[in-house]
C-alpha cells in the first residue's frame, strides 16, 4: 500500500486524513470505513502503531466498494508529512563516496566509520511534501540538500539481530536530511540538522511489501531541474539491517519511528566551489517505487 496522508480544501473538512494512493487517485480511508461501519485507526501514526490487524483491514477497503466521495484525484488535494515520528535517527556518511566528499569539504574523517555514525532530529524538523524549506539568513549561509531512503519502524525493536531485523520494518519513505553546514557546534550536528523544517518527509509510506529489495532502490536529487546526487541504496556501508541492529542495541525503535539511512555524495558542501540552497530555489528529492518529495526554499528571515 501506499499510504499517505492529505487534506482537501474543503472548509467542511480541514483536517489532515489519512489516505491510500492507488494510480494517481487518494483513497479516503476514514471515509470508506464509514461506508462500511468499520473502523479503522484515525492517522498513519495510530496505523502503524496498532499492528498487522489494522493494516490488513485498511487493504480489505481498499478491495471492497469505493463510493466517488471517497475518491479523490491526486491533483486535487494537498499531501501533508505522512506522519510525525516519535524519533528520526539520521546516519551519517553512509555512502562510501559520500566519507571522501566529507572529508575534503566538511572536515570528517577520511577513514570508513567502522559502526554506523548516528544523530538525531526533532519532531519539529519534519515538514511535508510541498512545504517550504526554512532558509533563515540570520543563521547560515550553508544551506545543503540530503537524498536519504527513509525506513519506517512497525514493530517495538530493543537487541534485534540483523536477522530479525526486517520483521520491526513497516515501510519505507523519503527523507530530505537538510543541514545547515555552518551550524556544527564543535561537531555536533544537532542543530545543523534539527531546525524547524529540515526533514522534508515523504511524499508516502509504502508498505514493506511492496519493496522486497530496499537495498536495491535508485535515487537522486535535482536543484531547479539540475541533477545534483544520483545513486543505489545498494551503496550505503550499512546496510538497513545492520543499522536497525546497530541502533537497536541500546536504543529501543517504536512503532512509527523513522532512520534516515544516510546520503549518497552530490551534496552542496561538496560542490566545487560550493553550492547552497537560496530561497527561490526548488528541491526534489526522489526514491524508485515511492516518488519524489518536492519542497520550495523560502526566507524565513
Known amino acids: 500500500m501506499r499510504l499517505l496522508t492529505f487534506t482537501t ?36 501514526l495510530s496505523l502503524v502503531q496498532a499492528g498487522p490487524a489494522a493494516l490488513d483491514a485498511a487493504r480489505a477497503l ?43 569539504s566538511l572536515d570528517t574523517d577520511k577513514e570508513l566509520p567502522s559502526r554506523p555514525v548516528l544523530f538525531s532530529k526533532p519532531a519539529t524538523a519534519v515538514t511535508g511534501p510541498g512545504a517550504p524549506i526554512l532558509h533563515n539568513g ?30 520491526h520494518v513497516f515501510g519505507y519513505g523519503i527523507v530530505n536530511d537538510i543541514s545547515a553546514r ?9 542543530f545543523s540538522k534539527g531546525q524547524d523544517s529540515y526533514a522534508p518527509f515523504g511524499p ?41 541492529a546497530d541502533i537497536s542495541s541500546g536504543v529501543t525503535l517504536e512503532p512509527g519511528d523513522v532512520i534516515a539511512t544516510g546520503s549518497p555524495s552530490g551534496v552542496g558542501a561538496g560542490m566545487v566551489p560550493p553550492e547552497f540552497l537560496v530561497p527561490g530555489d526548488t528541491v526534489e528529492a526522489t526514491v524508485e517505487r515511492i516518488g519524489t518529495l518536492t519542497n520550495p526554499v523560502v526566507d524565513a528571515r
Not at 499531501?79 to 571522501?100: D, M, S
Open 9 to 44: 480544501g474543503s472548509p467542511v473538512d480541514p483536517a489532515p486524513r489519512l489516505g491510500a494512493e492507488r494510480a494517481g487517485l487518494v483513497h479516503d480511508l476514514a471515509a470508506l470505513a464509514d461506508h462500511a461501519g468499520v473502523r479503522i485507526p484515525p492517522d498513519l
Open 62 to 104: 481498499l478491495d471492497g466498494a469505493l463510493p466517488g466521495h471517497a475518491v479523490h484525484r491526486l491533483e486535487d488535494v494537498r499531501l501533508c508529512a505522512p506522519h510525525r515520528p516519535g524519533k528520526i535517527i539520521g546516519v551519517g556518511l553512509n555512502y562510501v563516496e559520500h566519507v571522501a566528499e566529507s572529508s575534503r
Open 138 to 167: 540570520d543563521l547560515t549561509a550553508q544551506l545543503d540538500w540530503e537524498c536519504e531512503l527513509a525506513v519506517v519502524i512497525g514493530r517495538t525493536a530493543f537487541r534485534v539481530s540483523e536477522d530479525e531485523a526486517y520483521e
Open 182 to 190: 555552518d551550524q556544527r557546534r564543535s561537531g555536533q550536528w544537532f
Open 204 to 244: 508516502v509510506v509504502v508498505t514493506a511489501d511492496e519493496i522486497p529489495d530496499p537495498m536495491a532502490l535508485d535515487l537522486d536529487l535535482r536543484v531547479n531541474g539540475v541533477t545534483k546526487q544520483k545513486s543505489n541504496t545498494r551503496h550505503m556501508l550499512f546496510p538497513i539491517a545492520r543499522l536497525i
